[in-house]
């Protein structure tokens, strides 16, 4: 199976930036589909980006469509979150987690390995 690890996360000020990554080992990622996905203490997990592993395709829950930006490095097998402009209400727990299908998927059902999270916290 596919072992996550997200880093990147940590304090920042309202307006501020943050580059969240996933490493991944085990498997291969070639034709998967990668997502990020957040959860807030009291919230369900939410959608917030995806990518085609190989193909490039993208997809972004409207919240942070122009703020964020979900890139990939295939050869050190790792995806990234750049976020800009953040806002208080995008704390939360961060997590990546893997999609079998060629097209990214905003749905949580369709994802099956999932990393430990890495927590985002935005003052005002």
């Known amino acids: 199976q596919v072992q996550l690890v997200e880093s990147g996360g940590g304090l920042v000020q309202a307006g501020g930036s943050l580059r969240l990554s996933c490493a991944a080992s085990?498997?291969?990622?070639?034709?998967?589909?990668m997502g990020w996905f957040r959860q807030a203490p009291g919230k369900e997990r939410e959608f917030v980006a995806a990518?085609?592993?190989?193909?490039?395709?993208?997809n972004y829950a409207d919240s942070v469509k122009g703020r964020f930006t979900i890139s990939r490095e295939n050869a050190k097998n790792t995806v990234y979150l750049q976020m800009n402009n953040l806002k208080p209400e995008d704390t939360a727990v961060y997590y990546c987690?893997?999609?079998?299908?060629?097209?990214?998927?905003?749905?949580?059902?369709?994802?099956?390995?999932w990393g430990q999270g890495t927590q985002v916290t935005v003052s005002s």
């Open positions: 085990g498997r291969t990622f070639s034709s998967y589909s």
């Open positions: 987690a893997t999609n079998p299908a060629r097209t990214p998927s905003t749905m949580v059902a369709d994802y099956d390995y």
């Open positions: 990518i085609n592993w190989s193909g490039g395709l993208e």
